[in-house]
């Protein structure tokens, strides 16, 4: 079949519905997923658009075709995915576009947790499958048998976290205050049902799961679809704010000030805070994250250990090297004792149980590395050759420390930067730092995007 090659990422398969990844796609993704790993029996679950009811109906009949039995979890949330391939010890194919807009549709693809299918191990198999057609016939047509794993996945995440502190604080007639935004994704339903059994006060804010997102966005690094919850935050007095993406992978948090915190920022207070229960652990952050991350990870008797961006490569390495918790700056948070995996609830969890135990305002812990770490963020710029802008900023750059690990990442003392290539568009991405002033940051990121864009 002619199938759009751009749909295959570099950490799953994502495309346009009806028009890059339709239902003749998905049912042959299905038998090339049996196909390729050779198995007997898939679990799948799959998001709340519009589009995922056919394209699940398309993919199950692809792999029971294929003589694979189909574990049918229902609409789930990734995390909740993760967790079922976990402890059924399955592969799996998870129908979801994550925070893409409604009109896309796709798949996140379990190998055998914590190891998923990634552009360099399986993803491009899989298309070399799809366009030759080439399918074994099996001598059995597999069955679907659908199974509830929701309440086994709630009692599995709250074991993770220390009620008690909750509860400590809401017995001084001092509860948590927490308010969550869930845009009509996955998470709505499990954290109401989560938060329900905490002893916090919560407020929620489009719990239900709708595919025609009629509120805002999927994606809360876009300042749009945050925008309400910071404003309520400030205006209603809450502890804290929650925010998560459509397929509920990705956590993302609001101060006490309304303030948005960047994801390097959450990593080194999380990381930080895991080291209390895990002394001398080591924790995993990526290529563009801030030097806040590796000093607190020291300064607090751990091993800050760099890796690449992507879910993919982040789940493999914290396996190999045991590695407790990790971090992206994009929202992704990492736990060895969540099988590895990326989870949206569980750090939400964490932090609340961090400011119960420590008595601490949110707001407090940030100004300590606002005040030292003046971070850019990300920012997207289009170019027409990649290769040779990254290559013009190591030559320029050539007297920093320069690392390769993913795209060029270039060192001086006071300042640092990481530049990559999109796997998805002619887009370079610059993320940078100083630690000498908010005014150097300035200076020097529109040094380097004069040049990328130059």
Not at 139 to 146: A, D, E, L, S, Y
Not at 418 to 425: A, I, K, L, P, Q
Request: proline content about 5%.
């Amino acid at each position: 079949m002619q199938v759009n090659p751009g749909i295959f990422k570099a950490y799953d398969i994502r495309g346009i519905y009806p028009t890059e990844l339709n239902e003749e796609a998905a049912y042959l993704i299905g038998r090339a997923f049996v196909t390729f790993l050779g198995v007997q029996c898939v679990l799948v679950g799959r998001d709340m658009r519009t589009s995922s009811p056919a394209i699940f109906a398309a993919v199950t009949r692809g792999i029971t075709d294929q003589g694979a039995d189909v574990i049918d979890i229902g609409m789930v949330s990734t995390d909740q995915y993760y967790y079922a391939c976990a402890t059924l010890e399955l592969p799996g194919m998870m129908v979801t576009a994550s925070h893409n807009p409604k009109q896309y549709s796709g798949f996140k693809m379990v190998r055998q947790m914590p190891y998923l299918l990634s552009g360099d191990e399986g993803i491009q198999d899989l298309r070399h499958l799809v366009e030759q057609e080439n399918f074994s016939t099996p001598n059995r047509k597999g069955v679907i048998t659908p199974r509830d794993m929701s309440e086994q996945f709630l009692q599995q995440q709250l074991s993770l976290i220390d009620v008690a502190a909750l509860q400590q604080r809401a017995d001084q007639g001092r509860p948590l205050r927490v308010i969550a935004d869930t845009g009509n994704g996955m998470v709505g339903p499990s954290l109401q049902a989560l938060y329900s059994r905490l002893p916090i006060s919560f407020e929620g804010m489009y719990l239900d799961p709708d595919g025609n997102l009629p509120n805002h966005g999927l994606d809360p690094l876009q300042p749009e679809n945050r925008a309400e919850l910071q404003a309520r935050v400030v205006a209603e007095g809450f502890d804290i704010g929650f925010l998560f993406d459509g397929d509920g992978d990705r956590f993302f948090a609001v101060d006490d000030r309304g303030s948005f915190i960047s994801g390097d920022f959450l990593t080194a207070i999380m990381g930080q805070y895991m080291l209390e229960r895990y002394p001398g652990a080591k924790i995993l952050y990526d290529v563009r994250t801030s030097w806040a991350v590796p000093d607190l990870i020291r300064a607090h008797g751990g091993t800050p250990l760099m890796e690449r961006v992507g879910h993919a490569f982040i789940k493999r390495r914290m396996a190999a090297e045991d590695a407790v918790f990790a971090g992206e700056v994009t929202g992704h948070y990492y736990f060895k004792d969540f099988y590895y995996a990326d989870s949206g609830i569980l750090p939400s969890l964490l932090l609340m149980e961090l400011l119960a135990r420590q008595d601490v305002k949110l707001s407090d812990l940030l100004k300590e590395l606002e005040a030292k770490y003046f971070i850019s963020g990300e920012i997207n710029s289009k170019v027409a050759d990649v290769k040779g802008r990254l290559a013009a900023l190591a030559e320029r750059y050539a007297d920093g420390a320069i690392e390769r690990m993913d795209g060029v990442s270039v060192s001086y003392d006071r300042w640092h930067f990481n530049v990559r290539g999109s796997n998805t568009e002619p887009l370079i991405r610059l993320n940078l730092e100083s630690i000498a002033s908010p005014e150097e940051m300035a200076a020097k990121r529109d040094e380097v995007l004069a040049i990328i864009r130059g």
